[in-house]
């Protein structure tokens, strides 16, 4: 079993930056690749970016690509998105998650364990 809980959300300016942490509970966290996700008020849920559990293979949406950046830590069992140049369309709340297996996805589906939210507000 896995829990997740996010932190770092809040409100900021557009072109400013938030740093997203997300503290796992569970021996095996290392194992497992990890994603952050997004859904903003009416709109389904969203890929972000993902990290295999190595930290070596990153992917990232198209939408954040070149202004957000995912990391992780194994031996402090958290994972970090660096949010910069926050647009005002990046307004959401963001999710972590853990899936299972070996390969990252961009798929909310193929993820298991989703922690609660942390809020997002980029105002023009």
């Known amino acids: 079993q896995v829990q997740l809980v996010e932190s770092g959300g809040g409100l900021v300016q557009a072109g400013g930056s938030l740093r997203l942490s997300c503290a796992a509970s569970?021996?095996?966290?290392?194992?497992?690749?990890m994603g952050w996700f997004r859904q903003a008020p009416g709109k389904e849920r969203e890929f972000v970016a993902a990290?295999?559990?190595?930290?070596?293979?990153?992917g990232y949406a198209d939408s954040v690509k070149g202004r957000f950046t995912i990391s992780r830590d194994n031996a402090k069992n958290t994972m970090s998105l660096q949010m910069n140049n926050l647009k005002p369309e990046d307004t959401a709340v963001y999710y972590c998650?853990?899936?299972?297996?070996?390969?990252?996805?961009?798929?909310?589906?193929?993820?298991?364990?989703w922690g609660q939210g942390t809020q997002v507000t980029v105002s023009s």
């Open positions: 998650a853990v899936k299972r297996g070996t390969y990252i996805s961009r798929t909310t589906g193929a993820y298991d364990y």
């Open positions: 569970g021996r095996t966290f290392s194992s497992y690749p």
């Open positions: 990290i295999s559990s190595s930290g070596g293979s990153t």
